[in-house]
């Protein structure tokens, strides 16, 4: 089964420190989306793409959270600085929107972030 | 702005019983409608889906779910519950208007007792 590939699995950084999340989503797949995870929110939406470009980003703290598509194989999320209420689980997924419709979407394993 | 409902937060099950979670979203359109599981340490996996036509769908899993406009429910079923479906499921809806950014409700954290 095709899947999207998230690195890294875990990180446990620094407050301060810069931290770089990538994805790799499903070939032929026009739509990535950022979710973030946590026990007191459950699932945000940071940022989605389509065909590369941002469509849609209001979810992401701007001053530190920055999300790119430098390629159809590679999704960036990078946070700079980080501070520990950044610590969470973040999730990429990836999706075929067409004009009809959507077929679904696929989630990657997740980064896990812990900021101290 | 659509928005997800899942009343339960926790549901326990005795292994073998069948199992109804509760969805219910708020969305002026018709919707487009997901069912997740998530096993601890793990994403999120597709279960189901409803786009339009029969209301009663069929997932993986031996899951299905109804769509009831007139209750604004999608409830997922399943007849008989297995120790391994113990997991988070979310249910999210999507916005039918061209964005399709699924919303996803807090979850309900399924409990199967031996």
Not at chain 1, 44 to 57: G, I, Q, V
Not at chain 2, 22 to 49: D, E, H, I, M
Not at chain 2, 51 to 72: H, M, N, P
Not at chain 2, 77 to 89: C, G, I, L, M, Q
Request: charged content about 20%.
């Amino acid at each position: 089964d095709a899947r999207v590939t998230q690195t890294p699995r875990d990180k446990v950084t620094e407050m301060g420190q810069e931290v770089t999340m990538r994805c790799q989503p499903i070939l032929g797949h026009n739509t990535v989306f950022w979710y973030r995870q946590t026990m007191m929110q459950g699932l945000e939406l940071l940022a989605y793409f389509r065909n590369r470009a941002p469509l849609d980003d209001s979810g992401m703290p701007k001053d530190r959270f920055s999300a790119e598509m430098p390629d159809a194989t590679l999704a960036t999320l990078k946070i700079q600085p980080s501070e520990p209420r950044d610590s969470a689980v973040y999730f990429c997924a990836s999706g075929l929107v067409r004009r009809l419709g959507i077929l679904g979407y696929t989630f990657g394993s997740g980064t896990r972030l812990t900021v101290v | 702005a659509q928005s997800v409902t899942q009343p339960d937060i926790h549901i326990t099950v005795s292994e073998g019983a069948s199992l109804e979670l509760r969805c219910n979203y708020s969305y002026g359109a018709t919707p487009y409608l997901f069912w997740y599981v998530q096993s601890p340490g793990q994403g999120l996996q597709l279960l189901l889906k409803y786009f339009s036509g029969d209301t009663l769908v069929q997932g993986i899993k031996g899951f299905e779910a109804e769509f009831k406009r007139s209750q604004s429910s999608f409830n997922l079923r399943k007849p008989s519950v297995h120790w391994s479906d113990a997991a988070e499921y979310f249910c999210a809806v999507g916005a039918s208007g061209g964005s399709y950014i699924p919303t996803f409700g807090r979850g309900t954290s399924l409990i199967v007792h031996p």
